[in-house]
């Protein structure tokens, strides 16, 4: 699950939680314990994943990040002799079970005679990041911290590429289907030659499905959900819902002007009303509420507008905190 923010990457976790670790306070005692890990993998982005599932995921999409990243290593200078002294300096800065951010260990670079500040810095440690020697530690505070991936995770058995890819497209389509190959390509980073490869590969066989001139997958393993319409989701930025898909039009209610079309919905805070983004919201956080005022993008009544106040209310419930409601009137 996508996660550069990570305040609101646990709100997209916790509403797709149920019982007592769907809240805030679960989920961050759950990832200082290492019990979920926070790194750059998939696309060149910051992703919550389990601590089991690193090292092959890792392995497979690691090399596509890399391809992806290559402009950057080349106008910043780092090449496979830098990222490997880098590499070496952040193993010893970490090792015996230590804690550091992204300052400290480019501190210890500096000390080591290489420069290493600014976008230089995040790309050395993004570099050390997709080579699985080091991953997210706990928090101090409100700052990240990294650890070496060794001494967090645990051994896990390794999965030669094919099964890799077939795993991979099974999860992504059973939490993301019915989708199309370009959206699997989109999500992971792979080409589409090999997320089509993926789809066809994956155990159990996926379902393909023809509507005009497009064909998705999906598992014959989802459960079809019977709900009383309206449902309505606060769903954060990069919401898996949308950022998880290339082609987004089936996310969007009709009624949405153009320019909320392309951007509104897509990176910013979304209200989704039976599946269909319809309207925008901006969260603040005070000493001790959360502001949520809603931006209606399209008409809404009565009971959907009744939709947002229960969201709402999950939301508090989520993070103990009130939530203070306003721009429904």
């Given at each position: 699950?996508?996660?550069?923010?990570?305040?609101?990457?646990?709100?997209?976790?916790?509403?797709?939680?149920?019982?007592?670790?769907?809240?805030?306070?679960?989920?961050?005692?759950?990832?200082?314990?290492?019990?979920?890990?926070?790194?750059h993998v998939l696309r060149p982005t910051w992703h919550f994943v389990a601590p089991e599932d690193l090292r092959w995921l890792l392995a497979l999409t690691g090399p596509r990040v890399h391809q992806a990243?290559?402009?950057?290593?080349?106008?910043?200078?780092?090449?496979?002799?830098?990222?490997?002294?880098?590499?070496?300096?952040?193993?010893?800065?970490?090792?015996?079970?230590?804690?550091?951010?992204?300052?400290?260990?480019?501190?210890?670079?500096?000390?080591?005679?290489?420069?290493?500040?600014?976008?230089?810095?995040?790309?050395?440690?993004?570099?050390?990041?997709?080579?699985?020697?080091?991953?997210?530690?706990?928090?101090?505070?409100?700052?990240?911290?990294?650890?070496?991936?060794?001494?967090?995770?645990?051994?896990?058995?390794?999965?030669?590429?094919?099964?890799?890819?077939?795993?991979?497209?099974?999860?992504?389509?059973?939490?993301?289907?019915?989708?199309?190959?370009?959206?699997?390509?989109?999500?992971?980073?792979?080409?589409?030659?090999?997320?089509?490869?993926?789809?066809?590969?994956?155990?159990?066989?996926?379902?393909?499905?023809?509507?005009?001139?497009?064909?998705?997958?999906?598992?014959?393993?989802?459960?079809?959900?019977?709900?009383?319409?309206?449902?309505?989701?606060?769903?954060?930025?990069?919401?898996?819902?949308?950022?998880?898909?290339?082609?987004?039009?089936?996310?969007?209610?009709?009624?949405?002007?153009?320019?909320?079309?392309?951007?509104?919905?897509?990176?910013?805070?979304?209200?989704?009303?039976?599946?269909?983004?319809?309207?925008?919201?901006?969260?603040?956080?005070?000493?001790?509420?959360?502001?949520?005022?809603?931006?209606?993008?399209?008409?809404?009544?009565?009971?959907?507008?009744?939709?947002?106040?229960?969201?709402?209310?999950?939301?508090?419930?989520?993070?103990?905190?009130?939530?203070?409601?306003?721009?429904?009137?």
């Amino acid at each position: 699950m996508q996660s550069q923010d990570y305040p609101n990457a646990k709100w997209a976790v916790g509403q797709r939680l149920v019982g007592a670790r769907a809240t805030e306070a679960e989920l961050d005692r759950a990832f200082d314990a290492g019990e979920i890990i926070r790194t750059h993998v998939l696309r060149p982005t910051w992703h919550f994943v389990a601590p089991e599932d690193l090292r092959w995921l890792l392995a497979l999409t690691g090399p596509r990040v890399h391809q992806a990243s290559g402009y950057q290593y080349r106008l910043l200078e780092i090449d496979a002799a830098l990222a490997a002294r880098a590499r070496a300096v952040i193993e010893k800065a970490l090792r015996g079970g230590v804690a550091l951010t992204r300052d400290e260990l480019g501190a210890r670079m500096i000390e080591a005679g290489i420069e290493a500040k600014g976008l230089r810095l995040a790309y050395l440690v993004g570099h050390a990041e997709l080579e699985a020697v080091i991953c997210s530690g706990p928090r101090r505070g409100k700052r990240q911290t990294y650890a070496l991936v060794d001494e967090r995770i645990p051994p896990a058995r390794p999965r030669t590429r094919d099964e890799a890819l077939a795993e991979l497209a099974r999860r992504y389509v059973e939490g993301h289907g019915p989708a199309q190959v370009a959206d699997l390509a989109w999500w992971s980073g792979l080409t589409r030659a090999d997320a089509r490869i993926a789809l066809e590969s994956a155990t159990p066989p996926l379902v393909r499905e023809r509507h005009g001139d497009r064909t998705f997958w999906l598992s014959p393993m989802q459960p079809v959900p019977r709900f009383r319409p309206p449902v309505v989701h606060l769903l954060p930025n990069y919401d898996e819902l949308l950022i998880a898909f290339r082609d987004r039009t089936d996310a969007m209610d009709p009624a949405l002007p153009p320019p909320a079309r392309v951007a509104q919905v897509v990176l910013a805070h979304i209200v989704v009303r039976d599946g269909l983004g319809v309207a925008g919201y901006r969260r603040r956080d005070e000493k001790s509420t959360t502001m949520v005022s809603i931006d209606q993008l399209v008409e809404l009544d009565s009971a959907e507008k009744a939709g947002i106040r229960a969201a709402a209310d999950r939301f508090e419930a989520f993070l103990g905190r009130p939530v203070e409601l306003t721009g429904l009137d």
